[in-house]
């Protein structure tokens, strides 16, 4: 089974750090792009970054960019995101996602189950 | 590329039809995807590239569309159809969503 598994979500204080992890399993993660995508409380899905399968393309949101860095770690199948200076707009749920391409386009599929950070003092 | 979204949300009944639109503010060819996401779970990819069917997903759901006016309709809604849908842009960086459409039964 194709699944993406997010941990490291937590309270943190306005200028804190945090490291997601994202864990893949059921598909050859060195294959593929990978990306964040987060959602405040009933708001819209917004995307945060993404990475391509070697690392040799890294993009970001400029609301996180110099602040977030996304990396991979394609031996242990594993997705992170470095997140500094958090600020109160930064709470929301992170999710992975895996990037699929076919037929001219890119969707994204599967999603993790979530992670929530919390940037509150 | 912003993603206009409408409506916002919607009432309907078990056996309608309903119809979710998008637009873009300009041309994305046909890298338009849908998402529907249940209270409390990760979205689902329903449909991509515009109108080709995610495999295990029903065929009452249809996308259209293509440049910037991108459709999705539900023919004979489901009570499992109540969630909240979103289009998604994947022409071009930064990959915008739209602002969702809450659709209830």
């Known amino acids: 089974e194709v699944q993406l598994v997010e941990t490291g979500g937590d309270l943190v204080q306005p200028g804190g750090s945090l490291r997601l992890s994202c864990e893949a399993s059921g598909f050859s993660f060195s294959n593929y792009w990978m990306h964040w995508v987060r959602q405040a409380p009933g708001k819209e899905l917004v995307w945060v970054a993404r990475i391509q399968s070697d690392e040799s393309s890294i993009e970001y949101a400029d609301s996180v960019r110099g602040r977030f860095i996304i990396s991979r770690d394609n031996a242990k199948k594993t997705l992170h995101l470095q997140m500094n200076s958090l600020r109160d707009e930064d709470t929301a749920v992170y999710y992975c996602?895996?990037?699929?391409?076919?037929?001219?386009?890119?969707?994204?599929?599967?999603w993790g189950q979530g992670t929530q950070v919390t940037v509150s003092s | 590329i912003q993603m206009t979204q409408s409506p916002s949300s919607l009432s309907a009944s078990v056996g309608d039809r309903v119809t979710i639109t998008c637009r873009a503010s300009q041309t994305i060819s046909t890298n338009l995807n849908w998402y529907q996401q249940k209270p409390g779970k990760a979205p689902k990819v329903l449909i991509y590239?515009?109108?080709m069917l995610q495999s295990g997903v029903p065929s009452r759901f249809r996308g259209s569309g293509s440049g910037t006016d991108f459709t999705l309709t539900i023919t004979n809604l489901q009570p499992e159809d109540f969630a909240t849908y979103f289009c998604?842009?994947?022409?071009?960086?930064?990959?915008?969503f739209g602002q969702g459409t809450k659709l209830e039964i």
């Open positions: 996602a895996r990037g699929f391409s076919g037929v001219g386009a890119n969707w994204f599929d599967p």
């Open positions: 998604h842009q994947t022409y071009r960086t930064p990959y915008i």
């Open positions: 590239a515009a109108s």
